[in-house]
């Protein structure tokens, strides 16, 4: 058991000392057994269940999902504390220096006369900071545990920005059909069809179209769970699971693919 008084309302600083007493000696043997690699995954799934909260509109929800983020924040700012490299306190300290630096159209004597201009004047200064003069500068510090079509999108807009050609919609469908063209030769020879660069191409029309291709698959990936639950609700209505449902009955009940509009 550790000393502790209960509150009626907590603040930051008590969460700090609520974490710090969580893997002092006396505390949590789970939490002080915890390094920053074996808490790497739960970092994620707390930031994504934080994200289904903003897609859910649901705002207590996600209070208690940013509230989950902030501990893991917490948590590896005490091991760290704990090893005396750096501490809560200093994360605050760098975070606000590099708000200022990096907003000089609200900090120093630069304008924004809109969102755009705002977001270059942060890439600008970004990349002063970082010392990125260079294309492959800008690619090698995307983070290379990003989800891979998002990952994909980051790096063709970085590339876009060094200068590299960026295909129109039109140009980025004729590049993708040349790749399914090739993926349908490689079949056909019996060999494996190249679905990465489909991806990667398909990542490219996503951009050129103004969509976000991981958000587009987000879409795309709730329009087909629907159908699913859809045919499954009429294969149940007959009495039958839907492994066990009419092929026909099932392939009306599918229908055609939905439209964007309708999803």
Known sequence: M??????????????????????????????????????????LEETYEAVDAIDLKDPELLREELGDVLMQVALHCQMEAEAGRFTFSDVCDELCKKLVYRHPHVFGEAEAAGGEQALANWNERKNTEKGRTTARADLESVPAALPALMRAAKLQKRAAARGVPAPDASAALDRLQS?????????????????????????????????????????????????????????????????????????????????????
């Not at 079949?187 to 494996?192: E, N, R, V």
């Not at 698959?217 to 699971?241: H, I, S």
């Open 2 to 43: 550790v000393e502790f008084t209960p509150k009626s309302r907590y603040d930051i600083q008590d969460l700090l000392e609520v974490v710090r007493l969580l893997r002092a000696p006396g505390g949590c043997p789970w939490d002080r057994a915890q390094t920053h690699e074996s808490i790497r995954s739960n970092f």
């Open 179 to 263: 790749r399914l063209d090739a993926a349908r030769r490689a079949l056909a020879d019996g060999k494996t069809p190249d679905v990465g660069g489909l991806l990667f191409e398909t990542a490219a029309l996503a951009r050129a179209a103004g969509q976000e291709p991981e958000e587009a698959l987000t879409r795309a990936n709730a329009a087909f769970t629907r159908r699913v639950e859809t045919c499954e609700d009429a294969a149940l209505a007959k009495g039958v699971p839907l492994c066990q449902a009419d092929p026909v009955e099932l392939a009306a009940c599918w229908g055609p693919e939905p439209t964007q509009a309708s999803e």
